[in-house]
């Protein structure tokens, strides 16, 4: 399984080096819109990390709430990479409708999270 602390310092590297990433692959003064379009998916990535860390680390109801959120964050990042990111597309309505079915089977399965099992011994 993917460690939490791997994924929050994967994130940190991220935000901390994302302008020396942009400019290695762009010059900011000659591809200014490549390299802002570059930043913006780290930035995406970034929260994708971020979700998945938290995630990972919460109870049943925190997931059910967090989950749509993760789909957006995911959606987002998968239109900046795939898909001209200003428009809806038809695989955004797949992401909404799976993590609905996610969250009922959060719920339908009940399991108590890690913390549920650490304030009840």
């Not at 997931?63 to 597309?89: C, N, Q, S």
């Amino acid at each position: 399984m993917i460690s939490t602390r791997i994924l929050v310092i994967l994130c940190g590297l991220l935000f901390t080096f994302n302008y020396d990433i942009c400019s290695y692959y762009y010059d900011v003064d000659i591809h200014t819109a490549e390299w802002w379009n570059l930043r913006f998916k780290l930035y995406s990535l970034q929260w994708n990390l971020l979700g998945l860390a938290v995630f990972l680390n919460v109870d049943r109801l925190t997931k059910m709430i967090l989950l749509p959120v993760l789909a957006i964050f995911m959606g987002d990042l998968k239109d900046r990479v795939f898909f001209e990111y200003t428009e809806r597309h038809w695989s955004d309505w797949i992401l909404v409708i799976l993590s609905i079915i996610l969250i009922a089977i959060i719920w339908r399965n009940g399991k108590p999270g890690r913390r549920d099992l650490e304030s009840n011994p």
